[in-house]
């Protein structure tokens, strides 16, 4: 993010300037309010911008070489992982999946592959046809994150994904998220409120302005 500012009915919320390598996670803490979200909807495309809103941005959010400044959302590649994880509940677990895979990947065969995959990967063999609303908590979250992986994304930011579990299904759900992003090389921003967060991400600590 280069000199990346928003500002909010002119006051500056975010101003920050900052490269995520790799794999790196990156942790953004600052108080409620401070505009940690609103950063992360601007990175996704998804601010509501113009007048009415009062949102004004500047600097320049780059992926891989590329400005996503004027990007459509969808033409980002960037995953975000909510508080909640926004489960289809009307669909099974494998249908949340096929439902985050890229139209580029063709055939039923690898479309199913890749969803066996991911199932595997989250430790939930044979779970496609369940019912999310059968799922623990735990499971729920794996699903959510291999749901946002399998839309193939370059870069992937978090949204307090961990402040609704409880404590030993944080430190379990935390340590799996962070080897996915750092496994896939994806280089990670996370907000939260929890210091224990950012010290399990072991990396950089920052603030939005
Ligand atoms: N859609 C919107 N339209 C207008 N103002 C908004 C909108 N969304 C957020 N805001 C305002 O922008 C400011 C920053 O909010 P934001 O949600 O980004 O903060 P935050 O740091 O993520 O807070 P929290 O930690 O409480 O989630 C707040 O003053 C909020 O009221």
């Given at each position: 993010m280069r000199r990346v500012s928003i500002r909010l009915n002119g006051r500056v919320l975010v101003d920050i300037d900052i490269e995520i390598k790799p794999g790196e996670i990156v942790t953004l803490m600052g108080p409620s309010g401070s505009g940690k979200s609103s950063l992360l909807a601007h990175i996704c495309g998804?601010?509501?911008?113009?007048n009415a809103a009062g949102f004004e941005v500047g600097g320049q959010v780059v992926l891989n070489g590329t400005?996503?400044?004027?990007?459509a959302p969808q033409d980002r590649h960037v995953g975000i992982l909510f508080q909640?994880?926004?489960?289809?509940?009307?669909?099974s677990v494998g249908g949340n999946l096929a439902f985050a895979?890229?139209?580029?990947?063709?055939?039923r065969d690898e479309r199913q592959k890749r969803i066996d995959e991911a199932l595997e990967s989250a430790g939930l063999?044979?779970?496609?046809?369940?019912?999310?609303?059968?799922?623990?908590g735990g499971q729920r979250a794996r699903v959510a994150l291999m749901r946002v992986l399998l839309s193939e994304p370059n870069a992937l930011l978090l949204d307090?994904?961990?402040?609704?579990?409880d404590t030993e299904l944080r430190d379990q759900i935390r340590t799996f998220v962070f080897d996915q992003a750092r496994l896939r090389g994806l280089p990670t921003l996370m907000v939260t409120h929890d210091p224990d967060d950012g010290a399990a991400a072991g990396g950089r600590i920052v603030n939005p302005v």
């Open positions: 998804t601010l509501p911008s113009g400005s996503l400044d004027g990007l909640d994880d926004l489960l289809f509940p009307h669909l895979l890229p139209s580029t990947i063709r055939g063999d044979g779970f496609a046809d369940r019912d999310p609303a059968t799922l623990s307090e994904p961990f402040s609704k579990l």
